[in-house]
């Protein structure tokens, strides 16, 4: 049995939560996924019950303490960014949680993107502007729902509010704080004119604290819907992204984090950054002291499952449709694929971009077409990765993760774009271990994120094949000169 203390890691994601007990050394003991329901009344809209995920949440802590026998130490939060719900005074929700996929504010967004107020807002907060940002959703409802905006006692994200269940008190952590649009990294406080762009003040968000902030005193019915000890310790915990990153490259700020699942996203932990002029990327915090920098895309896997559903016969399996794929020579012969097919984020911010296959020939089959779109991804993932470097530095290695780095043939052409090696690290739980990790220093087990033991195991290691760089380059040259052409057009379209 485990010596070392034993924490729990609370990771709530989009579509479920994962509760992880493990000890501070890294050795998990069990873990419980709980699922709930999104909700999407109409087109763009992205809702959650907040209730609903509270008992999931609730239900699978009660399922993990019930397996195990070692005492917890204490709990670390993770949770997804950019959700948003208000409350009223006695902190009952009165409008559903909309969550970042949520892009009814998206006319907010434009109109602040590109104008000197939305370039303080991205240079002081960190975020891009995007319809995923409490500041613009908040702007949304205050022209929408005006009746339910006027009642508002507070504008919350799903933490917060469970935070409030749990503690009656509001705090928001620094790093999700960051992911809202209205943060002043520099004074670690609200931003007046974000504020002032959404029409609320101050009083109506949650007070900002650190990370490693820890709240005690468990109310009553929290302890008794999740078996927790009144007196346990609770680590206000981070955002899922930099926790994420935490996990698979530690404080390394030389190896960077590559997630592709059906989204995406690519990080780089960073104590020092200057902001992207360009608002290419994200710089929200993990602490005071250390930035987590980096760039989302809304076509990762999901380019896969549109191949399958558009182009191949549905029952053709993913594994054939990249088995396909890897026999078409690197660079698909000049075949460009965009898959802006959702929208895009990095490096775009812009849900208007849109997809397309350029340099199409005579010879170009369907293989082509495939082994073209997931080229295509990886260069999408590529170019978010070189205004990483532009901004933080270079980096030398790429931890990888997500439903995408099941297949070896995407991970090797990861690493053969990047020209840099490729870990897999095969963890499920690799945020919740990243919560963790951030808690058993908060809690005063481990001294400083420094000295965290990060034992990520490196389940699967690719090195960069130097013979296909050149095809590669030039295909990537490609790529971004259609991106340009295709950016410049939806600009200049209504
Ligand atoms: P999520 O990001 O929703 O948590 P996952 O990390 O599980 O999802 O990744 C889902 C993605 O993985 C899907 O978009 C799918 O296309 C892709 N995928 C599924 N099977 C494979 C496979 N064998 N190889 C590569 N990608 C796959």
């Given amino acids: 049995?485990?010596?070392?203390?034993?924490?729990?890691?609370?990771?709530?994601?989009?579509?479920?939560?994962?509760?992880?007990?493990?000890?501070?050394?890294?050795?998990?003991?069990?873990?419980?996924?709980?699922?709930?329901?999104?909700?999407?009344?109409?087109?763009?809209?992205?809702?959650?019950?907040?209730?609903?995920?509270?008992?999931?949440?609730?239900?699978?802590?009660?399922?993990?303490?019930?397996?195990?026998?070692?005492?917890?130490?204490?709990?670390?939060?993770?949770?997804a960014m950019h959700s948003l719900l208000a409350v009223n005074e006695a902190g009952k929700p009165i409008t559903p949680m909309l969550i970042w996929a949520d892009t009814r504010s998206q006319k907010y967004a434009e109109e602040l993107r590109g104008t000197p107020l939305g370039s303080k807002i991205y240079q002081r907060s960190g975020?891009?502007?995007?319809?995923?940002?409490?500041?613009?959703?908040?702007?949304?409802?205050?022209?929408?729902e005006a009746e339910i905006f006027q009642q508002?006692?507070?504008?919350?994200?799903?933490?917060?509010?469970?935070?409030?269940?749990?503690?009656?008190?509001?705090?928001?952590?620094?790093?999700?704080?960051?992911?809202?649009?209205?943060?002043?990294?520099?004074?670690?406080?609200?931003?007046?004119?974000?504020?002032?762009?959404?029409?609320?003040?101050?009083?109506?968000?949650?007070?900002?604290?650190?990370?490693?902030?820890?709240l005690e005193g468990l109310s009553e019915e929290a302890a008794n819907a999740t078996g927790l000890s009144r007196r346990t310790p609770v680590v206000v915990g981070a955002s899922d992204g930099c926790l994420a990153n935490l996990y698979a490259s530690g404080m390394n700020p030389r190896e960077a984090t590559l997630s592709l699942g059906t989204s995406g996203a690519i990080r780089l932990i960073a104590p020092e950054t200057t902001p992207d002029e360009q608002m290419r990327i994200f710089n929200y915090l993990l602490t005071e002291k250390y930035h987590v920098i980096g760039g989302p895309t809304n076509n990762g896997g999901i380019i896969l499952n549109w191949l399958q559903k558009n182009l191949y016969d549905n029952h053709c399996p993913p594994e054939a449709i990249l088995a396909k794929a890897a026999k078409v020579e690197a660079g698909a012969d000049k075949l460009v694929c965009l898959p802006y097919f959702h929208g895009e984020r990095a490096p775009f911010w812009n849900e208007r971009m849109t997809g397309g296959f350029f340099g199409v020939g005579n010879d170009h089959t369907l293989d082509y077409f495939a082994r073209a779109a997931l080229e295509g991804v990886v260069y999408n993932m590529y170019s978010i990765g070189q205004g990483l470097e532009d901004t933080a530095?270079?980096?030398?290695?790429?931890?990888?993760?997500?439903?995408?780095?099941?297949?070896?043939?995407?991970?090797?052409?990861?690493?053969?774009?990047?020209?840099?090696?490729?870990?897999?690290?095969?963890s499920h739980h690799g945020v919740a271990e990243g919560a963790i990790m951030l808690g058993s220093v908060a809690l005063g087990l481990v001294d400083s994120l420094e000295e965290v033991v990060k034992n990520t195991e490196k389940k699967r290691e690719f090195t960069p094949n130097v013979a296909l760089r050149s095809a590669y380059q030039e295909q990537y040259e490609r790529f971004q000169q259609w991106g340009e052409v295709v950016a410049n057009q939806v600009a200049n379209s209504e």
């Fill in 1 to 79: 049995m485990s010596q070392a203390p034993v924490m729990l890691g609370i990771d709530v994601g989009t579509t479920s939560v994962k509760v992880l007990a493990a000890d501070i050394e890294g050795k998990n003991i069990c873990a419980e996924d709980a699922s709930y329901p999104l909700y999407q009344p109409q087109e763009g809209y992205r809702e959650q019950n907040p209730q609903e995920i509270l008992e999931a949440l609730h239900h699978a802590v009660q399922t993990v303490l019930g397996q195990i026998n070692q005492p917890i130490v204490g709990v670390s939060f993770s949770t």
């Fill in 393 to 426: 530095g270079g980096f030398d290695a790429i931890w990888a993760d997500g439903g995408v780095t099941r297949s070896d043939f995407m991970v090797q052409l990861i690493a053969d774009v990047f020209n840099k090696p490729v870990y897999v690290a095969e």
């Fill in 152 to 214: 508002a006692h507070k504008f919350l994200s799903f933490k917060e509010w469970l935070l409030y269940q749990w503690f009656g008190k509001y705090v928001i952590d620094y790093s999700m704080a960051t992911a809202t649009g209205l943060f002043k990294q520099e004074s670690l406080g609200w931003y007046e004119e974000a504020l002032a762009f959404a029409s609320i003040d101050a009083e109506q968000l949650s007070k900002p604290v650190p990370t490693t902030h820890v």
């Fill in 127 to 144: 975020a891009p502007i995007h319809a995923m940002l409490p500041l613009c959703k908040i702007a949304w409802l205050r022209d929408h």
